[in-house]
């Protein structure tokens, strides 16, 4: 498996190479500051370009996957990640559209159910028979419903404040759909111009994405999110605009009904750990969160923690969750996955 990122690979778009000289991989790229561990940018090819992502520990062993919320990217692990075991690898990637992915082609929908998709893909890419997932936000959604359409290809989830597809009232939804096609239709047609987008100063950035946030994620810390959303722009020399793709504030998050989701809990096998920010919201009628956790609470291997902190919670204050992430890797990560296979061989091997 190669793993070093290649400085000619296709943005997605119109087939021209990405520039690392007017991109960014962390924060320090902007700031000066040393990554919070050492990585290696890796990139992915898929067929519409590539995956990026920042691979984290020894790159002998299979890592866990790392999956971001809507419009984040492959930061939003910055701080978690230096609080794990040395041991335990770690791949935390940019989605499609996202960081320093590609984007989908001109013309082409985003969709957040097409994720299982991407998934199933790097899993080809590496050769692995089952993944081992943590999401935050949309990507938490994203691995409930990977781990209940694939059971036998999971062996861990770690889900952070967005337990499961949210339920919005029909009218709603029917015009959501009607607003975000349009909106969406007008961004793909910009796209499509490669006209550069509005430039700001990097103050001016980071207290766009504070305020994008909802101010979920502390000021002094979106350096995190920013740093592989934006570009340096090339007609004013002191400023950056983003570069994620603008398509993707309109892309389509509905997977399916109540009924549906209840049914994905049914079938969800695999050690699975939630954790729910105590100020944040449900995103939803909370009687439909309680119905699918009432389903998983009946599971023996799904663990339910609640902790103090925003819907970023992972990234601002990560000493609060991760005593209980640690310990659930321990048991049901990559590594204790690996032995428990060679235990299981070995003892099949001996009654021979």
Not at 87 to 114: E, K, M, Q, T, W
Request: hydrophobic residues 35%; neutral net charge.
């Amino acid at each position: 498996m190669e793993f070093e990122f290649k400085e000619n690979s296709s943005d997605g778009t119109d087939g021209s190479p990405v520039d690392l000289n007017l991109r960014f991989r962390h924060a320090g790229d902007l700031t000066g500051e040393p990554p919070t561990r050492a990585f290696s940018e890796i990139s992915i090819k898929v067929p519409w370009g590539h995956i990026a992502g920042k691979w984290y520990g020894p790159q002998t062993v299979q890592p866990i996957l790392g999956l971001h919320g809507w419009q984040d990217n492959a930061g939003t692990y910055d701080l978690l990640v230096p609080l794990l075991s040395p041991d335990v690898a770690f791949l935390s990637i940019d989605l499609p559209g996202h960081g320093l992915s590609s984007r989908l082609p001109d013309g082409c929908y985003y969709n957040s159910v097409d994720n299982l998709y991407v998934i199933r893909l790097i899993m080809k890419q590496y050769k692995w028979e089952k993944v081992s997932l943590i999401g935050h936000s949309m990507s938490s959604i994203i691995a409930f419903v990977f781990a209940a359409v694939f059971p036998d290809k999971v062996d861990m989830v770690i889900g952070i404040d967005a337990l499961k597809p949210h339920q919005r009232p029909y009218p709603a939804v029917i015009r959501t759909m009607e607003t975000r096609l349009d909106e969406f239709l007008r961004e793909d047609e910009r796209n499509r111009s490669k006209t550069e987008p509005p430039s700001y100063t990097y103050d001016e950035l980071i207290e766009r994405v504070y305020l994008g946030s909802f101010h979920s994620v502390n000021k002094e810390l979106c350096k995190h999110i920013l740093a592989r959303n934006i570009q340096k722009s090339g007609k004013y020399p002191d400023k950056f605009f983003f570069c994620r793709d603008r398509r993707l504030k309109f892309y389509n998050y509905a997977i399916g009904s109540q009924e549906l989701c209840v049914e994905m809990a049914q079938r969800i096998t695999c050690p699975y750990l939630f954790i729910k920010a105590t100020n944040s919201s449900y995103f939803e009628d909370k009687k439909y969160y309680d119905e699918v956790l009432e389903v998983l609470l009946k599971k023996p291997n799904f663990e339910y923690v609640e902790a103090s902190g925003s819907h970023h919670l992972h990234l601002n204050n990560p000493e609060a969750i991760i005593d209980p992430v640690n310990k659930f890797i321990h048991r049901f990560g990559p590594a204790a996955v690996a032995a428990a296979r060679k235990k299981a061989k070995e003892a099949a091997e001996s009654k021979l």
